[in-house]
């Protein structure tokens, strides 16, 4: 589906060494081949190597670029997940294991601001609804958390402007992962964020700021307070659903229509940020028809492990599905429940998947080619 772009970048990682320089021919022997290296697959490479692997880690670009969809500032991290319970022990893991490396770089990762979850009340009682969802994972699994009305949450947090018919969960342990700082049956869509100039500077920062997810209706927006880069941060979850056939081609100019799908939740919602547009970037989600991640051995392939962790939350689950991967790959199993994320040809896209990875396969015989035993 990729195209390789040259030149092919390569990280080698073993124990605590890592070096990267462009790949030539090469006959070394590894342990492990990483192929993909964004914010998961760096994690799984990471792991591999803390427990002793050769690693080698290819990546289409050079390692740390803007054409993925791990780059570019920060993304939200949160305990009570709305979009399933069964993520909770996952992030739980996440978090250890960012604080860990936090530790170990001596570098800030993980910033705490806490976060708000709200949407509208009038939200039909069958439909989903990031309040009542984000509640139960809390309550299921004991998490802190407060119920607040809107009118709590606009003078506890002076930059929120929630309406009244608002439900409003907080959650202390809520915050961001500072990107830069680090480095089939899934489709790609174009996402746009934008920084909104701010006229109440002291409304936005982020002891005063949560993080948030905000449903109004149908619309999914979430943001930041004003810490990296001037402004808030806003994003609408799937955007203007513009399905991006050719990654290598995601239109990067931002239009008129872009910063109008984002100002108005900044005008309803968040009104002494409604200055000018300062910034904003196109980026990529790459979205399973569930939602929920892909994480197996290749069914034809079994000494392959893949992985897709993504659909526009994947991030702050880079540290724990690194040490997933890197299970998977040394003992072919793992202690994490992950039978939610695995190809099961129930899931939507999976049967097609499968068929396809099957076709290759004969076709492989066909040719009389053995099937690869790498890659
Ligand atoms: C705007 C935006 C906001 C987001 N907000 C959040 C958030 O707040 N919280 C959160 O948890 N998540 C968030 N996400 C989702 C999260 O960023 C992604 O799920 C995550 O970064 C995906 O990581 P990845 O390793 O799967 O992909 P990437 O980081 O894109 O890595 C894939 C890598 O594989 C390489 N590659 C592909 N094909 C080949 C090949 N054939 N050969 C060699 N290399 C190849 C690519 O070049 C790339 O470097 C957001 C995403 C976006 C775009």
Redesign the pocket.
């Known amino acids: 589906m ?1 195209h ?1 772009s040259k030149p ?1 970048y390569r990280l080698e990682a073993s124990g605590h060494e890592d070096c990267r320089q462009e790949a030539g021919m090469s006959v070394e022997q590894f342990d492990a081949i990483v ?7 760096s994690s799984a490479v990471y792991h591999l190597a803390k427990r002793g692997q050769k690693v080698l880690g ?4 050079e390692i740390a ?1 803007d ?6 500032e ?4 949160r305990l009570a997940y709305h979009e399933n319970p069964d993520y909770v022990p996952l992030l739980v893991r996440a978090y250890e294991l960012w604080q860990k490396l936090q530790d170990e770089c001596g570098q800030e990762l993980l910033c705490v601001t806490g976060s708000v979850e709200a949407a509208s009340r009038n939200i039909d009682g069958k439909d989903k609804s990031v309040f009542r969802d984000a509640l139960l994972a809390a309550q299921m699994h004991g998490l802190q958390h407060e119920v607040l009305s809107p009118a709590e949450a606009n003078a506890r947090f002076p930059g929120y402007h929630l309406p009244p018919d608002y439900e409003v969960l907080y959650q202390p342990q809520g915050g ?2 500072l990107v830069p700082a680090l480095q089939a049956c899934a489709t790609v869509q174009r ?1 746009v ?1 934008g920084w909104f100039g701010i006229t109440e500077p002291g409304h936005f920062n982020k002891q005063r700021f949560p993080v948030y997810i905000l449903q109004d209706g149908h619309a999914h927006f ?1 943001g930041f307070p004003n810490y990296e880069h001037p402004g808030m941060k806003i ?1 609408k979850f799937y955007h203007l659903q513009q399905k991006v056939l050719d990654p290598s081609r995601l239109d990067r100019n931002i239009t008129a229509e872009d910063e109008e799908e984002l100002r108005v939740a900044v005008q309803d919602f968040f009104p002494t940020a409604n200055g000018p547009l300062l910034k904003a970037a196109a ?4 979205n399973t028809q569930d939602t929920r991640f892909v994480i197996d051995f290749h069914p034809a392939q079994p000494q392959v492990v893949l ?12 540290s724990v599905i690194g040490e997933i991967l890197a299970d998977l790959a040394m003992t072919s199993t793992t202690q994490h429940k992950i039978e939610a994320h695995r190809i099961n040809p129930d899931r939507p896209g999976h049967h097609e998947f499968l068929q396809c990875a099957k076709r290759h396969t004969e076709e492989q015989v066909k040719n009389h080619h053995a099937p690869a035993s790498h890659l």
Do not use: D
Request: with cysteine.
């Open positions: 990729c390789l092919l192929v993909g290296v964004g914010g998961h697959g290819i990546e289409q670009f670029h054409r993925g969809s791990s780059h570019g920060s993304r939200i991290i961001l992962l996402n964020i979430y994003g980026c990529m989600f790459t992985c897709s962790a993504c659909s526009g939350h994947g991030f702050k689950f880079c």
